[in-house]
C-alpha cells in the first residue's frame, strides 16, 4: 500500500472534494495524510485522513477567514493582487516546510492540487511520483481556447478577430499572476528544476484528473494522453439523503422551484440574492436560497420579504435540485456538476476564479444562461429565468450532459487511476521504493 500526501488549497470546496477521492483511497487500504495551514483541518470529515499542520508562524490558527474573505470579494485590482500575493505566500510557505515534513512521514506519493503550485514543486524536487488533481477545469492551454477563468468561447481560427482577444487576455492574465509566478520561479530554482512559472507548466506529467466530464468541456484539439475526466468527487452517501424541508414549508405545485446558491466563499452576496429573491417573486416562482452559513438571521429575514421562500444555511444539494425546475448559481464546478446530474437548467452568474469559465461552458453546451452577476437586474434575471422555464432544450441539455457523469467513474475511477499510477512499471514516475529511500536520506 502507498503513503499519499494531500497538497491542496485550504479552501473547503477544494478540501470536500478531493477529501471524496482520498477516501476511496483510505478504504482500500492506502494511507493519506494532508498538509495545509492549521485551518484547513475543519473543513475534513474523513478522521481516516491524517492532518499535519503547517506555517505556525507564517498562517496560523485563525488566519485563513481573512484570506478567504479576499479571495471571496476582492474589490478592486489592488484586491485582487492582494489574493495572489496571498497565493504566493502560500506557496512559499508550504515550499519551505514540505520537504521536511514529507521525510518525516515517509510520504510515497504525491497528490497535488494545480492551484497550489508547492505540491508540483516539492514533488518533483524529491523525486516523487505525483498526480495533479483539478477541482474544477483543467489548466492545460491550447491555442483556440480560452483560459479557464475567461468567459468567452473558443475561437480555433487563427484569424478570427475573437482569437486576438483570447490571445491578449492571456497576456494580461499572466501579467496579473506575476506576484505567484515570480514565486514558482524562484522555488523552481531552489529545487533545481530549471526555469518553471507558469501552474499549467507543473502539471504531472504522468496523471492529470478533473472532476469535470468531458462532454462539458470545449472541444480540445490537443488534449494530453495523461488527462481524464473522471465527473463529480463525492462522498458515497451525498447524493443519497433527502431534503430536511421546515415545518413552515408549503410546495405549491403549480409553481417552479428554483434553487439558487452562489457557494462557500460567495454565498453572503445579499444583493445578488435580493435581486433573486424579488425575479422568483414576479415570475410566481417558489425559490429556496443556501448561503452557505455566510448571511445572518436578519439578513435572511430580509430575503424572505423580498420573495424567497426557504432561506437556509446549508441543504443537501444533490436532493435539493432533484427538485428543482431550475437553479441560480455561481458556476462553482461542484454546482454545476450536481445540476446536470439532476437535468437542471442553470442561470450561471460567475463571480470568482473560474467560474467565467464554467459558466462559459454552461452556456456553449445550452445547459443554462450565462449572466454577467454586476449586470444580473431583477428584470434581466426574471427574463433568463423565464426563458429557461419556457425553452424546454435546456432541460434537455442539462439531461444529456448528466447522463455521462455516471459512466465517468467519479471517485473511484479517480482512485483507480492513482493507484495505477503508484504500481505501473513503465512510468517514468512510478513509485520506486528503494530508490525513494535514498531520496528521502
Known amino acids: 500500500m502507498t503513503h499519499f500526501a494531500i497538497i491542496a488549497p485550504p479552501f473547503p470546496s477544494h478540501v470536500r472534494a478531493l477529501e471524496s477521492v482520498a ?70 510557505m508550504l515550499c519551505r516546510e514540505l520537504s521536511g515534513a514529507l521525510r518525516s512521514l515517509g510520504a510515497e506519493a504525491v497528490l497535488a492540487d494545480p492551484m497550489e503550485a508547492a505540491g508540483a514543486l516539492v514533488a518533483r524536487g524529491l523525486g ?16 483556440g481556447l480560452p483560459l479557464a477563468v475567461m468567459p468567452w468561447r473558443p475561437a480555433p481560427d487563427a484569424q478570427d478577430w475573437r482569437r486576438r482577444v483570447l490571445d491578449e487576455s492571456e497576456r494580461v492574465y499572466d501579467r496579473l499572476m ?11 530554482r531552489g529545487f533545481g528544476l530549471g526555469r518553471l512559472r507558469r501552474l499549467d507548466e507543473l502539471l504531472s506529467p504522468r496523471l492529470q484528473l478533473s472532476q469535470m466530464t468531458r462532454g462539458i468541456e470545449f ?9 481524464h475526466y473522471t ?14 424541508w421546515p415545518a413552515h414549508w408549503r410546495r405549491r405545485p403549480e409553481a417552479p422551484l428554483v434553487f439558487a446558491s452562489l457557494g462557500t466563499m460567495q454565498g ?41 421562500d426557504w432561506v437556509t444555511d446549508f ?4 436532493a435539493m435540485l432533484a427538485h428543482a425546475q431550475l437553479a441560480v448559481t455561481h458556476a462553482g464546478i461542484n454546482t454545476v456538476m450536481d445540476c446536470l446530474a439532476a437535468g437542471t437548467p442553470m442561470l450561471a452568474l460567475p463571480l470568482a476564479f473560474d467560474q467565467p469559465g464554467t459558466a462559459a461552458r454552461v452556456a456553449w453546451h445550452g445547459a443554462g444562461l450565462q449572466m454577467h452577476p454586476r449586470l444580473a437586474t431583477t ?23 448528466g447522463r455521462g457523469i455516471p459512466e465517468a467513474g467519479g471517485a473511484p475511477r479517480a482512485a483507480d487511476l492513482i493507484e495505477a499510477m503508484v504500481v505501473s512499471p513503465d512510468s517514468p514516475t512510478a513509485a520506486r521504493p528503494a530508490g525513494l529511500a535514498t531520496v528521502l536520506d
Open 23 to 92: 477516501s476511496h483511497l483510505v478504504s482500500r487500504g492506502h494511507r493519506l495524510s494532508w498538509l495545509q495551514q492549521a485551518d484547513a483541518r475543519q473543513a475534513l470529515r474523513d478522521p481516516r485522513i491524517g492532518f499535519v499542520a503547517l506555517g505556525a508562524s507564517s498562517h496560523p490558527p485563525g488566519s485563513l477567514g481573512g484570506l478567504m474573505a479576499r479571495a471571496a470579494a476582492p474589490g478592486s485590482p489592488w484586491g485582487l493582487r492582494r489574493v495572489i500575493q496571498d497565493m504566493a505566500a502560500g506557496t512559499r
Open 128 to 143: 516523487l511520483p505525483y498526480a495533479s488533481l483539478s477541482c474544477a477545469m483543467p489548466l492545460n492551454r491550447e491555442p
Open 178 to 188: 506575476a506576484p505567484l509566478y515570480d514565486e514558482i520561479e524562484h522555488q523552481a
Open 219 to 227: 472541444p480540445l484539439q490537443a488534449a494530453p494522453r495523461e488527462l
Open 231 to 244: 465527473g463529480p468527487w463525492r462522498r458515497p452517501d451525498e447524493g443519497s439523503r433527502e431534503v430536511p
Open 268 to 308: 453572503g452576496r445579499l444583493a445578488l440574492f435580493r435581486r433573486i429573491a424579488r425575479a422568483c417573486r414576479a415570475e410566481g416562482m417558489q425559490l429556496v436560497i443556501a448561503h452557505c452559513g455566510l448571511l445572518d438571521a436578519a439578513q435572511a429575514h430580509e430575503l424572505q420579504r423580498a420573495g424567497a
Open 315 to 318: 441543504v443537501p444539494q444533490p
Open 379 to 401: 428584470g434581466r434575471i426574471r427574463r433568463g429565468l423565464r426563458r429557461l422555464l419556457e425553452e424546454a432544450g435546456f432541460a434537455e441539455r442539462a439531461l444529456a450532459l
